[in-house]
Structure formats: structure tokens, C-alpha cells
């Protein structure tokens, strides 16, 4: 019964290059979260999505950054002209849709990007 | 003001101590409180949660929620040194349009040394 995966685990990228980042949910799963923690912080919230459709971005950055969740396939986090202020550990949850266990957030080991 | 608020410790104590983490919050809204476990470098981990105020029991592990005081515990009894780790708070408004977006505490670090 495999849990969340994301990949890759480990991303080093240069300054202005593109960072891409994807979760595959826990089977039966359809609600994905994405997370940030950044080094001293907490874990804040970044996006949460459903198959082919945004739910909330609230806690995106409004420039750079995007995510989707396309009917096939992972969901991907992008993150575009990286700087050095992106380099943080990207965590992925996911959820059921529906029934008593739809609160319940199940999280990914996560992708550290390193910006150099 | 952070919506939740978690002092960071860290936090060490005997193995077969009680352990006892604090959370306060400040959002009226928030229905469901999650406490995750987090291995250094690795991906949180849920323990347990509860939907408005009481408490739940699982194992060796208590959580509490009084929605009166806003605040939020969780406790652990005969505590190993496998349980070193940070441990998170969180919660949930389930309702409206911050539905799915958890906040999160800052972590308290523990160490349960033998």
C-alpha cells in the first residue's frame, strides 16, 4: 500500500532555471496539498488541488510559482527563475474526497531544493 | 499574531517520562487539530486528531483540545527514545473557503534520551 511519493527527493538548480517538482497521492486519494518549510520555520501552506482543478492558492507566491493536477499523471509543482530564497523542503499531502477519513492529510517524504 | 502558536523547545527529557506539548491558537474557525510526527529529514507523519473540544486516546499518546482557552495538547506516556522527533500542531477549518488548508505550528523538538 504505497504512501504519497514525490519526486525527485533531492533538486539542485541554479539561479533563473526551473524547478519541477511531482507528487503522486495515495491510492484512492483525489484532494492534493502542497507545502513549504523553509529552515527554522514551519510548514506553511501553499496550494490545494483536485484533478484538473484549483481549490485554493492562497499561500502561492503570486510570480513563479504554479501547480497542477491534470487528470492523468502527478500532480507538479513549478517554480520557475528560481532564486535563492525558493531553497526549502517541498512537501506533498493528499486526502480522500469524501467519508469521515476527509480531513486527514497524509504527507510525502518531500523534495529539498537547493538553489546554488 | 500567528494563528498557532507552538513553543519550539527544544524539549528533553528521561525515557518513561510523561511528555507534555503545548499549542495555542487564535482562529475561532478552526474545527479539527492534528498533531504530526516529523523524523528529522523526513516527511510529517499523523499521529492523531480531534474534531472540536475533548480528548482521544491512542496507545501511549493523548490528545486534548479545549476550544474554551484555545488550546491544544498532546501527551505521551513512558516515553522511548524512538519518540524524539518534532512534533507538529495543526488545524482545520473545515468549512468555507479555507477548507483543506492545515496551519501549522512552528514544532517542538524533543529528545527522550535512555
Known amino acids: 500500500n504505497a504512501g504519497v511519493m514525490q519526486n525527485p527527493r533531492h533538486l539542485v538548480r541554479r539561479r533563473g532555471q526551473e524547478a519541477r517538482l511531482r507528487c503522486s497521492p495515495m491510492?484512492?486519494?483525489?484532494?492534493v496539498y502542497w507545502y513549504r518549510q523553509l529552515p527554522e520555520e514551519g510548514l506553511k501552506f501553499m496550494v490545494y488541488l483536485q484533478k484538473e482543478n484549483i481549490i485554493d492558492e492562497s499561500g502561492m507566491p503570486k510570480e513563479r510559482f504554479s501547480a497542477e493536477f491534470p487528470k492523468e499523471g502527478p500532480s507538479i509543482l513549478r517554480i520557475q527563475q528560481v532564486v535563492r530564497g525558493d531553497s526549502a523542503a517541498y512537501f506533498c499531502a493528499s486526502s480522500p474526497a469524501s467519508g469521515v477519513t476527509r480531513n486527514e492529510q497524509f504527507f510525502g517524504p518531500g523534495t529539498r531544493l537547493t538553489v546554488l | 499574531q500567528k494563528e498557532v502558536e507552538q513553543d519550539p523547545g527544544p524539549l528533553s527529557v528521561p525515557e518513561g517520562a510523561i511528555v507534555s506539548l503545548n499549542c495555542t491558537y487564535s482562529n475561532s474557525a478552526f474545527q479539527y487539530f492534528m498533531w504530526y510526527r516529523q523524523y528529522s529529514r523526513k516527511g510529517p507523519e499523523l499521529l492523531m486528531y480531534?474534531?472540536?473540544?475533548g480528548n482521544k486516546e491512542d496507545g501511549r499518546f493523548t490528545a486534548q483540545v479545549d476550544k474554551s482557552s484555545k488550546y491544544i495538547s498532546l501527551f505521551i506516556r513512558d516515553s522511548q527514545p524512538s519518540d524524539s522527533a518534532t512534533y507538529l500542531c495543526a488545524s482545520l477549518n473545515a468549512g468555507g473557503t479555507s477548507y483543506g488548508k492545515l496551519t501549522f505550528g512552528q514544532g517542538t523538538i524533543l529528545t527522550v534520551h535512555p
Open positions: 491510492k484512492g486519494h483525489s484532494h
Open positions: 480531534t474534531y472540536s473540544s
